[in-house]
């Protein structure tokens, strides 16, 4: 076991798992990592421990495509590695878009923290105190009364006043 530490090489004897598939490590797995993501849409709150096995399974044949390629060992990754990149991932995504407020000591899963920013950024408070939320474009449920639909600037809005009550 050679360039492992020795905590590395205790752990890799005593799980029989190479320290490295445990993360994603080269430029390679990272940009092929990235690829996928996009393309097969990974996103944490979506998948499940059979959605993970399967990305794993189907990563790890297209990066021993990508490194037989380049006649490069290739070390197969653990669920872990995808699991824990795209956290790290959504977790940077987030902070870029100003997404998540790191100064407020508050620990929100992201997607509350995404969910509530969404919500905000469609609603409005009418000049006469009226709570708008502008409806996405989609078809709205039958069951809804009609006079809780308002048409503002041409888009959608639901009434929200009605949940003051």
């Not at 320290?19 to 092929?32: D, G, M, P, R």
């Not at 790290?88 to 998540?100: N, S």
């Not at 920013?117 to 939320?133: E, R, V």
Request: contains cysteine; negative net charge; aromatic residues 8%.
């Amino acid at each position: 076991m050679t360039g492992l530490t020795c905590s590395q090489s205790l752990f890799s004897i005593l799980t029989s798992i190479n320290v490295h598939a445990l993360s994603i490590e080269t430029s390679n797995e990272f940009f092929l990592f990235m690829d996928m993501r996009v393309e097969l849409g990974w996103v944490s709150y979506n998948m499940t421990s059979h959605r993970w096995v399967l990305a794993t399974v189907n990563y790890n044949s297209r990066l021993e495509a990508l490194n037989l390629a380049k006649n490069i060992a290739t070390i197969p990754k653990h669920p872990c590695a995808l699991i824990e990149h795209l956290g790290a991932i959504e977790t940077k995504i987030a902070l870029c878009q100003g997404v998540v407020d790191c100064t407020s000591g508050v620990d929100i899963p992201i997607e509350y923290e995404v969910f509530t920013k969404m919500l905000g950024k469609q609603t409005t408070i009418d000049q006469d105190g009226t709570i708008l939320f502008r409806l996405f474009d989609f078809t709205i449920p039958p069951s809804t009364p009609n006079q809780l639909i308002v048409l503002r600037d041409s888009c959608k809005h639901l009434c929200l006043d009605c949940l003051s009550g």
